[in-house]
T-cell receptor
Framework: QKEVEQNSGPLSVPEGAIASLNCTYS??????FFWYRQYSGKSPELIMS????GDKEDGRFTAQLNKASQYVSLLIRDSQPSDSATYLC???????????FGAGTRLFVKA | KAGVTQTPRYLIKTRGQQVTLSCSPI?????VSWYQQTPGQGLQFLFE???????NKGNFPGRFSGRQFSNSRSEMNVSTLELGDSALYLC????????????????FGPGTRLTVL
């Protein structure tokens, strides 16, 4: 079992729709969870971090964490073509100071 | 403030050779992490350094090593290169002062594209 699992996609949504990206992780003691966005040919950039159960909103982005289900999700409201990228779910790894990434979900937003 | 810089940006080596990659973190950042990114395996953690000390490492063979200098600049070395080492090597810097939990924001450099022939 991979430590962080994501559906590789691609996920295709029309412009203006809500894109829903999901992620599960295996280590129950993980405390920190992240969503990174990576455009083709570019480096990853952090878009959301979440540490407590529940929802965290930042503009059009909402991260959701359920530690009991070991599940993290990212919702993108009013999706724009500029949101087309690969979204990487990441979790703090055992021992701390270590980030474990999922394989990423490719998102396409159609104009 | 200047971002994370990595040198060289591109590198071509042959099997059996060794290579050294360099990473200069954002000014004031004391933590540097290294990652390998390949199409098949995705982004994989190699190791993290803070104040010249390795605090954690990933599941890579001993051919992969790193170090950090007193100015926080970091290098990683791969000895006896194999074809499978062809990848994008990314470093990321952060302040590294968030305590035991990994709550710092990591900022990635542009990467070094290594090709092993």
């Amino acid at each position: 079992q991979k430590e962080v699992e994501q559906n590789s996609g691609p996920l295709s949504v029309p412009e203006g729709a809500i894109a829903s990206l999901n992620c599960t992780y295996s280590d129950r003691v993980s405390q920190s969870f992240f969503w990174y966005r990576q455009y083709s040919g570019k480096s990853p950039e952090l878009i959301m971090s979440i540490y407590s159960n529940g929802d965290k909103e930042d503009g059009r982005f909402t991260a959701q964490l359920n530690k009991a289900s070991q599940y993290v999700s990212l919702l993108i409201r009013d999706s724009q073509p500029s949101d087309s990228a690969t979204y990487l779910c990441a979790v703090e790894g055992p021992g701390g100071f270590k980030t474990i990434f999922g394989a990423g979900t490719r998102l396409f937003v159609k104009a | 403030k200047a971002g994370v810089t990595q040198t060289p940006r591109y590198l071509i080596k042959t099997r059996g050779q060794q290579v050294t990659l360099s990473c200069s973190p954002i000014s004031g950042h004391r933590s540097v992490s290294w990652y390998q990114q390949t199409p098949g395996q995705g982004l994989q953690f190699l190791f993290e350094y803070f104040s010249e000390t390795q605090r954690n490492k990933g599941n890579f063979p001993g051919r992969f090593s790193g170090r950090q200098f007193s100015n926080s600049r970091s290098e990683m070395n791969v000895s006896t290169l194999e074809l499978g080492d062809s990848a994008l090597y990314l470093c990321a810097s952060s302040t590294g002062t968030s305590g035991s939990s990994w709550t710092d924001t990591q900022y990635f450099g542009p990467g070094t594209r290594l090709t092993v022939l």
